[in-house]
């Protein structure tokens, strides 16, 4: 809205509101993974997401990653790349732990 009120010294200053355009697109997936990533109602990864991560984390730890600290403590490597690929769709090449190192994911 104009100070003065009148939408025609608005238009004459050029200081009309301007009107949101349309939402941008969605998120991208990395190459590979085929499809956005899709929770239902109740927050919980589409099934084939789930088999996807749930195979990954079983070569994690087959891997030896069970036995290296995660993000948090108390939680194992796989474990934290197993709840990032929960969110996000896919095993995660890396992941940062709390004091910013990069630590690869084992299992791809």
């Avoid at 939402?23 to 919980?44: A, I, L, R, W």
């Avoid at 195979?55 to 194992?76: I, L």
Wanted: with cysteine.
């Amino acid at each position: 809205m104009c100070k003065n009120g009148s939408q025609a010294a608005c238009e004459q200053l050029g200081t009309v509101p301007k009107v949101p355009g349309p939402p941008g697109p969605g998120p991208v997936m990395p190459p590979g993974t085929g499809k956005v990533p899709v929770t239902g109602e109740t927050g919980e990864p589409e099934k084939d997401t789930k088999d996807r991560c749930e195979d990954y984390y079983e070569k994690c730890v087959e891997a030896g990653g069970d036995t290296r600290p995660g993000r948090v403590y108390g939680q194992s490597i796989c474990g934290t790349c197993m709840a990032y690929c929960k969110v996000h769709g896919f095993w995660p090449e890396a992941i940062y732990t709390w004091n910013q190192v990069r630590v690869p994911c084992p299992g791809i």
